[in-house]
T-cell receptor, first 114, second 111 residues
Framework: GAGVSQSPSNKVTEKGKDVELRCDPISGHTALYWYRQSLGQGLEFLIYFQGNSAPDKSGLPSDRFSAERTGGSVSTLTIQRTQQEDSAVYLCASRPRGGANVLTFGAGSRLTVL | QKEVEQNSGPLSVPEGAIASLNCTYSDRGSQSFFWYRQYSGKSPELIMF????GDKEDGRFTAQLNKASQYVSLLIRDSQPSDSATYLCAVNAGGYQKVTFGTGTKLQVIP
């Protein structure tokens, strides 16, 4: 696609429910990143994919968080048993192979846990 | 120590002035340095990147890198109210692909 597409754009859920956030990167971009941005804060690195593998999962906050990528394209970030502190904007970014490590971001998925 | 540090601001400058934004990083192995701009409620967008020590200019923007001091800066000349945003510094260690962001500096350009 023309840009990085994320869905849903807005998700309100109850504490304890599971949520799935989807990212569709720019066509041909091999690397995909997930970040979390809490209100008024910077970008917190969660996980990075090169192709379908995740060389760096160091930022996932807990075992309630998981992510996968299939077909070297779409990625899903899953949060199980959501907590109020999971409320944030989840940003996905992608970049092509090689060249400068310049990230193109999607519009984000805003998650609110009640 | 945070990996990438920025003063959160806000930094207020009058219209037409030079805005100077600063960033320090802890990993001496870092190779690539980026400045992103984020308007309120929007996603970050790249302004420019720099690899080598010295200055890199792009229009009204100049990035400065000093690897010995582990310091990156962004100068915005002739600041405009439309430059009012949060500026995020990001660092990458090259072969290791993680890109780490600072918490950002909020810039306010006063008309």
């Amino acid at each position: 696609g023309a840009g990085v597409s994320q869905s849903p754009s807005n998700k309100v859920t109850e504490k304890g429910k599971d949520v799935e956030l989807r990212c569709d990167p720019i066509s041909g971009h091999t690397a995909l990143y997930w970040y979390r941005q809490s209100l008024g804060q910077g970008l917190e690195f969660l996980i990075y994919f090169q192709g379908n593998s995740a060389p760096d999962k160091s930022g996932l906050p807990s075992d309630r968080f998981s992510a996968e990528r299939t077909g070297g394209s779409v990625s899903t970030l899953t949060i199980q048993r959501t907590q109020q502190e999971d409320s944030a904007v989840y940003l996905c970014a992608s970049r092509p192979r090689g060249g400068a490590n310049v990230l193109t971001f999607g519009a984000g998925s805003r998650l609110t846990v009640l | 120590q945070k990996e990438v540090e920025q003063n959160s601001g806000p930094l207020s400058v009058p219209e037409g002035a030079i805005a100077s934004l600063n960033c320090t990083y802890s990993d001496r192995g870092s190779q690539s340095f980026f400045w992103y701009r984020q308007y309120s409620g929007k996603s970050p967008e790249l302004i420019m990147f720099i690899y080598s020590n010295g200055d890199k200019e792009d229009g009204r923007f100049t990035a400065q890198l000093n690897k010995a001091s582990q310091y990156v800066s962004l100068l915005i000349r002739d600041s405009q109210p439309s430059d009012s945003a949060t500026y995020l510094c990001a660092v990458n260690a090259g072969g290791y692909q993680k890109v780490t962001f600072g918490t950002g500096t909020k810039l306010q350009v006063i008309p």
